[in-house]
Nanobody, 124 residues
Framework: QVLLVESGGGLVQTGDSLRLSCAAS????????MGWFRQPPGKEREFVAS????????DYADSVKGRFTISRDNAKNTVFLLMNTLKPEDTATYYC?????????????????WGQGTQVTISS
């Protein structure tokens, strides 16, 4: 099995930055893509960003485009999410996931493995 562990969340103020990390372990790792999703309090989990593991092509939700940057280190089986100019509406539990089903990287059912989540809170 594949285990994913997120880190880097915290409590910050509007306009601050955070860098999230997700480390994969458990077996040889080679997904189609890695993605970040988030779940605000009382709402459903939503797509944030994805990166193809081999070629590095990226995709972003409109709400974070221009502010967030996803990257990866294939040799270390690690994916990152740099979040700049944070807003209160970015407050959520952030999850990394590994896509192992062919299809859109923004479609949640295409991801078979999920991390435990890391909390990001932005105060006004």
């Amino acid at each position: 099995q594949v285990l994913l562990v997120e880190s880097g969340g915290g409590l910050v103020q509007t306009g601050d930055s955070l860098r999230l990390s997700c480390a994969a372990s458990g077996r040889a790792f080679g997904p189609y893509a890695m993605g970040w999703f988030r779940q605000p309090p009382g709402k459903e989990r939503e797509f944030v960003a994805s990166i193809r593991w081999s070629g590095g092509y990226t995709d972003y939700a409109d709400s974070v485009k221009g502010r967030f940057t996803i990257s990866r280190d294939n040799a270390k089986n690690t994916v990152f999410l740099l979040m700049n100019t944070l807003k209160p509406e970015d407050t959520a539990t952030y999850y990394c996931a590994a896509q192992t089903k062919y299809g859109s990287p923004s479609y949640k059912p295409n991801y078979d493995y999920w991390g435990q989540g890391t909390q990001v809170t932005i105060s006004s």
